[in-house]
Structures are given as C-alpha cells and as structure tokens.
C-alpha cells in the first residue's frame, strides 16, 4: 500500500534561516506531488506541483522553492526564512487520476 | 478568481442532527468533485466523492449531492456526531487536469 511520509512535524525557526522539509511517498512510482501551505485560519494554498523528477511547477510567487531529486522525494526550501512564512505545510501524492492523499503536515513558527 | 467557493466559513450543528456543507463553483469545466476532512494540526484525509455524472453520491453517514446547473454541491452528515467536528474542504478538477481547486473550508462544530 502506499504511504507518505513528511517531516519534521514541529519547527520553530528564526527569521533569515534557511528551512528544509521533506517528503517521501511509498508504494507508488511517479506519483504527481504537491507542497501546500495553510495559513491561520485560512484555505490550502497550492505552492508547488511536480509530475516528474526534476519537473517543479510554482502556483504562487513567494521566499520558497521546491525540487525533486528523485521520483519519490519531495523537498521544500528556503534560503532565508520570513516572518510570513510560518504556517501548516502539507505534502501531498496524487496517482496519474484523481484524489490526493496528504501528509501529516509540518507546523512551522517562523519567530 | 475563487473557482471554488464554500460561504460559510462555519457551522455549528447539534449532535445526532444532520450537517450540511455547501459548495459552490463557476467553471463549467469541472467533472469531479471531492471532499476532504481535516483536524488541526493533521493532513486532510478523503471523505467522499461525486463525478458529474451523477447527482448522487453516498457512504455511510455522508452523502454528496450535484447539482450541475447550479453549479453546487452539498454534503450532508446525518446523523452527526461529535468525531465530525473538523474543517471540511471542498475540492474540484478537470478531466484533462489533475490538480485539485479548493474551497477555503468550513468548520464545523457539533454541539453535544
């Protein structure tokens, strides 16, 4: 069966610091994977979708990249960190069809 | 442009009543409509789902309902319980599109 995993689950970092989150999907080959934020309060904003390795799509201009080393891994990135930046980040997989299947999410406090 | 939108960002219901969800969208274009539940601090999981073929769509407690020429869907939780309490989300897409368009979400509450 196919799982996703993403970590960490907690993050509290400072302003201008660089930020890594990462995302594996199992049981599954070249999945469709999505990066979404959730600010407070607020819906789930697409930030970066990508069909294959090496192929990121971006939806919203912002601090944040994404990259896709290998089939099955997801990674988000920033150089230096906002204060805007805090929120819930959710991963997502999606097979060549309908549906998603999201992670557990990582809560980030940007301070 | 929200191509989907849900107007109420929350609903309180009393236990053991049913809930109702409304969804509405403007693209014509959409062909598949989803259901997600989320409790915070957690990813959102799959509820239910409903193609445009049909106007109907049931599981369980939850059934979704289509209606294509007014473009609105609704999900209905009968009877609800307290486990339901969590934001809903409604999501859309195209045949040719695989990407996911999302409502802002409605809390619901369930008042024992």
């Known amino acids: 069966s196919q799982t996703i995993h993403q970590w960490p689950a907690t993050l509290v970092q400072p302003v201008g610091s660089p930020l890594s989150l990462e995302c594996t999907v199992e049981?599954?080959?070249?999945?469709?994977l999505y990066w979404y934020r959730q600010a407070a309060g607020r819906g789930l904003q697409l930030l970066f979708y990508?069909?294959?390795?090496?192929?990121i799509s971006s939806e919203v201009p912002q601090n944040l990249s994404a990259s896709r080393p290998q089939d099955r891994q997801f990674i988000l990135s920033s150089k230096k960190l906002l204060l805007s930046d805090s929120g819930f980040y959710l991963c997502?997989?999606?097979?060549?069809?309908?549906?998603?299947?999201f992670g557990s999410g990582t809560r980030l406090t940007v301070v | 442009d929200q191509q989907v939108k849900q107007n109420s960002p929350s609903l309180s219901v009393q236990e053991g009543r049913i809930s109702i969800l409304n969804c509405d969208y403007t693209?014509?274009?959409?062909?598949?409509f989803l259901w997600y539940k989320k409790y915070p601090a957690e990813g959102p999981t799959f509820l239910i789902s409903?193609?445009?073929i049909k106007d109907k769509n049931e599981d369980g407690r939850f059934t979704v309902f289509l209606n294509k020429s007014a473009k609105h869907l609704s999900l209905h939780i009968v009877p609800s319980q307290p486990g339901d309490s969590a934001v809903y989300f409604c999501?859309?897409?195209?045949?040719?599109?695989?990407?996911?368009?999302w409502g802002a979400g409605t809390k619901l509450i369930i008042k024992p």
């Open positions: 997502a997989w999606s097979p060549r069809g309908r549906g998603y299947t």
């Open positions: 693209n014509s274009m959409f062909d598949y």
């Open positions: 049981g599954t080959s070249n999945p469709n």
């Open positions: 990508s069909v294959g390795i090496g192929q």
């Open positions: 409903i193609s445009s």
């Open positions: 999501a859309a897409s195209r045949n040719s599109n695989y990407q996911l368009i």
